[in-house]
């Protein structure tokens, strides 16, 4: 599956922007999918992640009510909208997809990623 991240871009701070991440290909499998971040000199992090209903997120501690996954599969597409925004969310946001359905925060147990889209918030 190929996944295309998209709606980066520079905000000021107490701002919001709506990350979409689309999936292509092998669309018919069900993923449960995750955002992930990479801020300049640091390792990526974990953001928020979906199961396949999304019945089920969980987010990291930093986001929590900031932050909101959802996702809709007739469009085989993940949101990530993000509100209140501030200097330190600047980073690279990806999607990762995960064939294995559970929702989890480990990077290394995602299958598949997108390129990334640049967020970069000005204070």
């Known amino acids: 599956v190929q996944l295309q991240a998209s709606g980066g871009g520079l905000v000021q701070a107490g701002g919001s922007l709506r990350l979409s991440c689309a999936a292509s290909?092998?669309?018919?499998?069900?993923?449960?999918m995750g955002w992930f971040r990479q801020a300049p000199g640091k390792e990526r992090e974990f953001v928020a992640a979906i199961s396949w209903s999304g019945g089920s997120t969980v987010y990291a501690d930093s986001m929590k009510g900031r932050f909101t996954i959802a996702r809709d599969n007739a469009k085989n597409t993940v949101y990530l909208q993000m509100n209140s925004l501030m200097p330190e969310d600047t980073a690279v946001y990806y999607c990762?997809?995960?064939?294995?359905?559970?929702?989890?925060?480990?990077?290394?147990?995602?299958?598949?990623w997108g390129q990334g889209t640049q967020v970069t918030v000005s204070s």
């Open positions: 990762a997809a995960d064939r294995s359905l559970a929702v989890h925060t480990t990077e290394s147990l995602y299958d598949y």
């Open positions: 290909g092998r669309t018919s499998s069900r993923y449960a």
